[in-house]
Nanobody, 122 residues
């Protein structure tokens, strides 16, 4: 059974940092692209960042470039999202996803976590 479990969300103030983590089981983690997506209230789910199987390639949506960093540890089967200089617009439920292709398209990811809430107050 595949499981992706996110952790690290919370309530912070604008300008603060948070580190999200996603632990995977039930998949050959080192062969999967990992992605982070988010969904704000009343909005559709949007791509945030992705990292390829080796960690050698990363991609970010423009609104988080320079503030967020995605990383992975294939031995621990984890993928992290370091979020700095958080803004109220970053408030959303953040989801971890695993897919076989290096893509920013959510429909091309095979497995999803349950999400973790990030709330940034002004």
């Amino acid at each position: 059974q595949v499981q992706l479990v996110e952790s690290g969300g919370g309530l912070v103030q604008a300008g603060d940092s948070l580190r999200l983590s996603c632990a995977a089981s039930g998949i050959t983690f080192s062969t999967y692209t990992m992605g982070w997506f988010r969904q704000a209230p009343g909005k559709t789910r949007e791509f945030v960042a992705s990292i390829n199987w080796s960690g050698g390639a990363t991609y970010y949506t423009n609104s988080v470039k320079g503030r967020f960093t995605i990383s992975r540890d294939n031995h621990k089967k984890t993928v992290d999202l370091q979020m700095n200089s958080l803004k109220p617009g970053d408030t959303a439920v953040y989801y971890c996803a695993a897919g076989r292709y290096y893509t920013l398209i959510s429909n091309e990811y095979d497995y999803w976590g349950q999400g973790t809430q990030v709330t940034v107050s002004s």
